[in-house]
């Protein structure tokens, strides 16, 4: 069955124009009846960010979700990974988070999570898929039965306590100097007061939220405005969350950025001198660099790739049972405290090797060197253009140009008309040979 609403990361698109309140209001119905199990009173809770539509949105999924005799509990601006961690701690049958995640404002999105804190399977998305698409009028409640709705206060503390939580209580941030880029996002309370309580020095920016701001010029995607104040304030490190907190990014003292590979061989690798690896493994996609790959492997660590997307990396985990995964944006998954990206979990555990190494981030963050890797985009109008025969050729050809010591992964977008092109090897020149005979191929198709 095709997909109609939902992508790789629940419902995402232009907020009025593909997220409207119709819509919002119909997948609150939908996912309330698939969720409604037993005689109980079932409740649903509601996070979101700090995007204007959020409002709009939230308020006609409210609709949907009483409308069918579900009881709503709206936390306000909070991370999406707190959502799935008080889905599960207050036993909600359903969590919602209202993002777009690191898209700019005028975009919006709408993620579900299962009462275990997990977002959806493929195969119950489409069953709420199906819903929306039929007449649900005769399933709605009685009005005797219909929900409740009410905001609840508490639970940005709640995640602030789970968050320090991640780390040993004795351990202590004083010394540190921490500017934190919330992306005027969700995180935008919680991050900085979890860092001051935990006896950090906090220089807090991107935490002015008005509606229209959120990641711009600013948080992970754009660590420019980061970088310029780590340098201005002297501070040993720098951290940038995006817009609802599910990705991080780091800058050294130097104001030099860190990559979600770094990061992640970063925590593989005190967690493997610890002991905390549960298989001695961690899971990426095909995007993560080669260099991270031979650096693991020469300690023992087992990189294990999966199709782009954090739904693949957590599956993969979830299957397998590995408790570290990632990308190189900087969604990293620790699957023994979250159940999904949390970037400021992450972060936690970056300064935790930092106070015990007590050495400069810039040698903690820096475990390789990573292999010259290119990446191209070529947009196209219509069809399949990697099911063109000179396409094809070309692929092959420079697969082979590569040899076993590179890489070449070509790809549609998930989300827009583009073809991704990204080749790696130890040669720069000879992987930007590789990658623009694709890009020439490909070019001639989409013209």
């Not at 005689?39 to 069918?68: P, Q």
């Not at 701001?213 to 040993?236: F, P, Q, Y």
């Not at 957590?314 to 397998?320: K, T, V």
Request: proline fraction near 4%; hydrophobic fraction near 40%; charged fraction near 25%.
């Amino acid at each position: 069955m095709v997909r109609r609403y939902f992508g790789t990361d629940g419902i995402r698109g232009r907020a009025n124009r593909v997220i409207t309140p119709e819509l919002a209001l119909k997948v609150g119905q939908a996912a309330g009846l698939v969720f409604r199990n037993g005689e109980h009173r079932h409740r649903v809770l509601i996070g979101k960010d700090t995007r204007l539509s959020g409002y709009m949105i939230e308020n006609a999924l409210v609709a949907g979700f009483t409308s069918v005799g579900m009881d709503v509990l709206l936390t306000g601006p909070i991370p999406t990974p707190a959502v799935g961690m008080l889905t599960r701690s207050m036993r909600a049958d359903l969590g919602v988070m209202i993002s777009a995640s690191h898209n700019p404002f005028d975009d919006n999105g709408i993620k579900l999570f299962g009462p275990d804190g997990f977002k959806l399977s493929d195969e119950v998305e489409l069953k709420i898929e199906k819903l929306m698409d039929s007449d649900m009028s005769k399933r709605l409640a009685q009005a005797r039965d219909l929900g409740r709705a009410k905001r609840i206060d508490g639970v940005q503390d709640r995640y602030i306590e789970f968050a320090k939580l991640t780390l040993p209580r004795a351990l202590s941030l004083e010394g540190l100097r921490v500017v934190i880029d919330c992306a005027h996002g969700a995180a935008y309370r919680v991050a900085p007061g979890a860092l001051w309580e935990m006896g950090a020095d906090v220089i807090s920016i991107g935490v002015e939220p008005d509606g229209l701001n959120i990641n711009k010029d600013c948080g992970s995607t754009d660590l420019a405005a980061l970088c310029a104040k780590v340098r201005e304030m002297r501070a040993d490190i720098g951290i940038a969350l995006d817009g609802d907190a599910d990705r991080v990014m780091i800058v050294d003292e130097r104001g030099h950025e860190v990559d979600g590979d770094q990061v992640l061989a970063v925590i593989a690798e005190s967690w493997k001198e610890d002991g905390r690896l549960q298989r001695p493994g961690v899971v990426a996609t095909v995007m993560s660099n080669l260099g991270l790959e031979r650096h693991l492997a020469g300690l023992g660590i087992e990189l294990v790739r999966t199709p782009v997307g954090d739904r693949y990396v957590l599956e993969h985990m979830r299957n397998h049972g590995y408790n570290i995964g990632g990308e190189p944006s900087g969604h990293i998954i620790l699957s023994d405290y979250t159940t999904t990206g949390d970037g400021f979990v992450a972060a936690l555990q970056v300064l935790a090797v930092v106070k015990r190494m007590n050495r400069p981030v810039s040698e903690v963050c820096h475990r390789f060197e990573p292999l010259p890797q290119v990446l191209k985009n070529v947009r196209y109008k219509s069809g399949k253009p990697l099911d063109n025969a000179n396409v094809r050729s070309a692929i092959a050809s420079a697969e082979k140009k590569l040899g076993l010591g590179g890489r070449l992964i070509v790809r549609p977008s998930g989300t827009e008309p583009v073809i991704r092109v990204m080749g790696e090897g130890d040669d720069k020149v000879l992987v930007e040979a590789a990658v623009d005979d694709v890009i020439d191929a490909l070019t001639e198709v989409a013209a």
